[in-house]
């Protein structure tokens, strides 16, 4: 499936989304590894970097922002006039998944036509408003959303997540692939799980070898954005709807994910300083 002419996605951005500036998606190509705290954490990290965020929950199938924002069972988005969806908002971030128009153990049983159409609706119905970044948060693999989401827009870049061991990559380098033959930036790698924060010492053990991991991300030319300990309050924050940065702003997982997210804010400065032309 080639990939749209760049002045193509240059029109497709300005007419779906005229007020977003970046659009960044958070994938993995693998489930289990955190891409969904990732990104629900890396969004409230621009917010607090002084950017306007928003969150975009692309998982159809699995939706997992609803429980790690605290929204409850019942509360769904409002439409406005012209048939406008207006997003829920936490946080201060405005918010669309699937999951809000769900009930409680529901599940989408769709083909990949009504994905994609799902997806175009939420990019081109809902008032996102004026923001700086917006983050989608991408299902597992790398099948109809990623691709519809590549085609439908010009994408700023793709975060990675992994964690480090091999049979977690494999899948991983996969989901790079896809990104490259679809033009989409490779960002950077976000290392998830890669050591345990011990709750009672408060010291990190190294779970897998991290020289031979950061040697992977050499080889393919990729940068590593942050790496994330495994860690309990972290997981109770995703659980209980108020997500790390937001509920510990002060602690060092909140602080790693702000580090993730000011290198985010940089690379783009520097993008945007080198694309400007010279007189």
């Known amino acids: 499936m080639p990939p749209m002419p760049e002045s193509t996605q240059t029109t497709n951005l300005s007419r779906r989304l005229p007020h977003v500036k970046n659009v960044v998606a958070v994938g993995s190509g693998k489930g289990g590894v955190g891409k969904s705290t990732v990104a629900v954490n890396l969004a409230l990290a621009l917010k607090k970097e002084g950017q306007a965020a928003g969150l975009l929950d692309a998982d159809i199938y699995g939706p997992s922002i609803p429980i790690m924002c605290g929204v409850k069972e019942g509360e769904k988005p409002r439409i406005a006039e012209g048939n406008r969806i207006l997003p829920l908002e936490r946080f201060g971030l405005p918010l669309m998944s699937m999951g809000f128009l769900m009930g409680e153990g529901d599940a989408v049983v769709w083909r990949g036509p009504m994905l994609a159409k799902m997806l175009q609706q939420f990019l081109e119905q809902v008032e996102w408003g004026r923001l700086d970044y917006l983050i989608v948060d991408l299902p597992p ?139």
């Open 141 to 279: 693999g790398t099948g109809d959303v990623q691709l519809t989401l590549a085609q439908l827009i010009p994408l700023t870049g793709a975060v990675v997540v992994t964690t480090p061991q091999d049979v977690a990559f494999a899948d991983v380098r996969r989901a790079i692939k896809m990104f490259q033959m679809t033009q989409v930036p490779i960002l950077g790698i976000v290392e998830n799980m890669g050591s345990f924060s011990c709750p009672h010492c408060h010291k990190e053990s190294s779970i897998f070898g991290q020289d031979e991991n950061h040697s992977r991300y050499r080889t393919l030319d990729l940068r590593l954005l942050g790496e994330l300990p495994l860690e309990i309050e972290t997981r109770l924050a995703g659980d209980q709807g108020t997500p790390i940065v937001e509920r510990d702003p002060k602690s060092k997982q909140a602080e790693r994910f702000r580090q993730i997210a000011h290198k985010l804010i940089e690379s783009q400065k520097e993008r945007q300083d080198f694309e400007l032309p010279s007189f």
